[in-house]
């Protein structure tokens, strides 16, 4: 969509929800005019205007928390924004993660790797007694290797056999354990996640220089 189309209220301003790149997380609700958007844009970090002061404000200006943006997608009826971005530290004033963190309707926590990597931090943090995770982290790295070996070998006979349910069963605990490796080297999913995301690009590039070839050769 094109900015200029994009539809401000009667004070200029556009509602703009932040989410975390990676993990998705609603991060804070802020709001921009045309100026604050406009240097998102270009900067490639968050500018809001703050309504109480009635001024631009850049999103870690004091805090040093800057908010990193990917991208700026409008809705449907453009009358509100979706900012993605990758935060630098918490995003809230209070320190948390998130804006969002008092529930008014509490429903169960969305499981997911990010989640999980999280309990598995906390482990290695405050030691539990009796969890299997705070055993791999007393023994170390050494043991911790040995069981993602073990682990992906049992995910090759799974799959060798054909066994779908067990090879899910086999990935998991690989999934697991790698996790556990990653907490040990204070690896944030994050760092796995762009490594990820920066080898699709890559390869969406070269196949598109492939195509250019391939078409200019014919």
């Known amino acids: 969509m ?33 100026e604050s958007l406009g240097k998102t844009m270009d900067s490639g970090q968050c500018w809001f205007f703050s309504r109480s002061r009635g001024r631009l404000w850049l999103k870690g200006e004091t805090s040093g928390h800057y ?12 009358d509100a ?43 290695k943090r405050d030691k539990k007694e009796g969890s299997y995770t705070t055993y791999l982290f007393d023994k170390g790295l050494d043991k911790i290797l040995k069981k993602v ?15 779908r349910a067990e090879t899910i069963y086999e990935i998991a605990d690989l999934c697991y354990h790698v996790l556990v490796l ?10 796995v996640m762009r490594e990820l ?3 699709h690009v890559v390869d969406k ?12 050769g014919q």
């Open 2 to 34: 094109n900015p200029d189309n994009l539809k401000f209220d009667e004070r200029g301003l556009i509602p703009a929800v932040v989410q975390d790149a990676d993990s998705g997380r609603v991060l804070m609700l802020g709001y921009m005019n045309r």
């Open 67 to 78: 908010l990193n943006v990917v991208s700026v997608d409008a809705d449907c009826d453009g």
């Open 81 to 123: 924004l979706l900012v993605r971005a990758h935060p630098q530290g918490p995003t809230c004033h209070t320190g948390e993660q998130s804006c969002f963190f008092d529930p008014l309707l509490a429903g169960p926590e969305p499981f997911t790797l990010h989640a999980l990597y999280t309990l598995i931090q906390g482990r």
């Open 149 to 163: 070996g073990e682990e992906s070998t049992e995910v090759i006979v799974a799959g060798k056999g054909g066994d």
């Open 182 to 191: 990653m907490a040990q080297m204070d690896i944030p999913v994050e760092e």
């Open 197 to 199: 995301a920066g080898r």
């Open 205 to 216: 590039k070269t196949k598109q220089e492939t195509v250019r070839a391939q078409e200019s």
